[in-house]
């Protein structure tokens, strides 16, 4: 009788290490959905960084949120979709390997015959076809659900700059000045902070009574316990190597503050912009700062865009609130004219532009908000021209007003006029 019970535990013990009937006929056809996902996701994630650029611009021109937060959120978004890219597309082409080895093994079952070998190379073994498809197939379905860890870490963490730039947003109905905006944003900041740890204090209490109720946790634990740690630390120190390289093009443009300046290349010429160009603009982005019409010029005026900021309203309450120190920099403006256009200077060749007539308008595209105005060019002579925008900015360190020089420089060329 204790003999049989034995053997009853232990068929059912076997039972409970069985993987189901169901589970295992979708493991052996998962091949399937995991190239559909893969080439769907491939498209849907090298489309994604344009939204997520417009969005974030977006939030900065037409909602006010922190320049700084907003660019450090899109930064990390950027790599970790560029890192979904890479590991989809390492994925894909495994699997076409893969599909490769399984036509392989279907043609030569048996794999290598040792008859036909050279005499040093018979007492060596070789895998069979089938063992390398079961070996790719396993790193083939590593990389996907890897994949899909990262895009939980992504959720959570649109969902925590969500939160904190939401606050940010509803600053400007406080109609605050720059002072009290600084403090109510690092309040924010702090407050978010301090709730981030004490939820993940909450979390990791949780997690040790109970690390089994975690998903994250035991797709995080299948890994490390089953991979070895030095292998987890090579891949992701290559993973990094490769990841941030290919970010860093996405991230560095954009700029939403201040222009790095006209670049020249070693031969003396200056690089041109596209995206400077409103008729050249065929990537869908918003404009960070200014943009003109075309760079080539035919007519007697050249059309300027400046792209509308929400934050542009702290600066203007500012500025009433010291019109003397702001009078200094830019002694043309009076108090009655005053508003958002009294905050730029417009150059073309160190030449100061007066510009009286502007009007707002707003892109049918993204609804992004410009200020447009048309600068007199006939007296200017052909050839290549710059125009640059200054603006004005208030330092709370210095409780002063100062001009960025370069906060967006464009080159243009008049064209010869027959």
């Known amino acids: 009788m204790i003999q049989k019970t034995r053997l009853r535990i232990i068929g059912d013990k076997l039972k409970e290490n069985q993987t189901p009937n169901w589970l295992a006929k979708i ?28 969005f974030t611009a977006m939030l900065i021109q037409d909602f006010g949120a922190n320049a700084f937060l907003s660019s450090v959120q899109y930064g990390m978004m950027i ?57 790719v197939e396993r790193i083939c379905s590593l990389i996907f659900s890897f994949a899909f860890i990262i895009i939980l870490f992504l959720i ?31 309040s ?35 890994f490390t316990t089953n991979v070895s740690k030095k292998t987890m630390v090579l891949f992701l120190l290559v993973f990094t190597i490769i990841t941030i390289p290919l970010s860093y093009s996405s991230i560095s443009k954009f700029r939403f503050d201040v222009q790095d300046g006209l670049r020249n290349s070693k031969s003396g010429l200056t690089y041109v912009d596209e995206n400077n160009y409103l008729n050249k603009r065929e990537n869908g982005l918003r404009i960070q700062r200014a943009a003109v019409g075309s760079f080539l010029v035919d007519k ?27 009078k200094t920099i830019m002694p043309e403006i009076e108090a009655n004219e005053l508003n958002q256009t009294g905050i730029y200077k417009i150059f073309i060749d160190d030449e100061h532009i007066f510009v009286n007539d502007w009007l707002l308008k ?49 080159p243009f060329k008049i064209k010869q006029q027959k």
């Open 27 to 54: 493991q052996n056809n998962s091949w399937e959905p995991e190239i559909l996902i893969s080439g769907f996701s491939i498209a849907f994630f090298f489309i994604l960084p344009k939204y997520i650029y417009n």
């Open 79 to 135: 790599v970790i979709i560029t890192s979904l890219q890479v590991l989809f597309l390492g994925h894909l082409t495994l699997r076409g390997f893969w599909a490769g080895l399984v036509g392989l093994s279907y043609v030569f079952p048996n794999g290598i015959k040792k008859d036909s070998l050279d005499k040093e190379l018979q007492n060596c073994t070789f895998k069979k076809p089938v063992d390398l498809v079961i070996a």
């Open 156 to 186: 959570k963490l649109i969902v925590m700059y969500a939160v904190l730039i939401a606050g940010f947003i509803l600053l400007y109905s406080l109609k605050l000045n720059s002072k009290e905006t600084t403090i109510v944003q690092l």
């Open 188 to 222: 924010l900041v702090i407050l978010a902070t301090v709730v981030f740890i004490m939820f993940q204090r909450q979390k990791k209490k949780r997690l040790v009574k109970n690390p089994a109720s975690s998903l994250t946790s035991n797709l995080i634990y299948t």
């Open 300 to 326: 007697d005026y050249l059309e300027l865009y400046i792209s509308s900021y929400k934050s542009d309203e702290i600066l203007i309450r500012d500025i009433q609130e010291n019109y003397d120190k702001y």
């Open 362 to 410: 707003k892109d049918t595209e993204h609804s992004q908000k410009f200020l447009t105005t048309y600068i007199p060019v006939d007296s200017l002579s052909n050839g290549i021209h710059t125009l640059t925008v200054r603006r004005v900015r208030w330092d709370r360190k210095k409780k002063d007003f100062e001009l960025i020089e370069n906060w967006a420089s464009i």
